[in-house]
């Protein structure tokens, strides 16, 4: 099994000052971690559930990816990302059973993370994220 767990839930916000209200309100949830990712285009902030995250996005940029999602579909559910021990055999892995990668090779992500994203059209209407982590897994 190449999938170790639920890195996290990624949902599209228009105001992640907001959003993160909401969730201290609703869940008592408090953020982790936050950071800008110019690469991509995002803001994002991490609130810790168990050993996985809920990430809220904000785009920084018009032409982000998040920025076209929210203005194509609305606010929401964004992509899951999915934590495995080898980025880019998991990707290797899924771009043998047919998965469309939008990355052709795995990249530095947030948190000091190594990522690569698969394409929605391969994978069921969902986008996914594989995550690994830098570290030792937490």
Do not use: W
């Amino acid at each position: 099994m190449l999938l170790t767990e639920i890195d996290h839930v990624a949902i599209a916000v228009r105001d992640l000052e907001a959003a993160i209200d909401y969730y201290q309100r609703a869940f008592g949830a408090e953020v982790e971690h936050r950071e800008i990712v110019e690469n991509d285009g995002v803001e994002e902030a991490l609130l810790k559930v168990a050993e996985s995250y809920i990430q809220l996005l904000t785009p920084t940029r018009d032409d982000s990816p998040v920025a076209r999602a929210i203005d194509k579909r609305g606010e929401g559910l964004h992509h899951v990302g999915y934590r495995v021990d080898d980025c880019a055999a998991a990707l290797a892995a899924m771009i043998a059973a047919g998965a469309t990668p939008i990355d052709k090779a795995p990249r530095p992500g947030s948190r000091n993370t190594t990522v690569a994203f698969i394409h929605p059209k391969g994978s069921f209407g969902t986008l996914i994220e594989l995550v690994q982590e830098s570290g030792p897994a937490h």
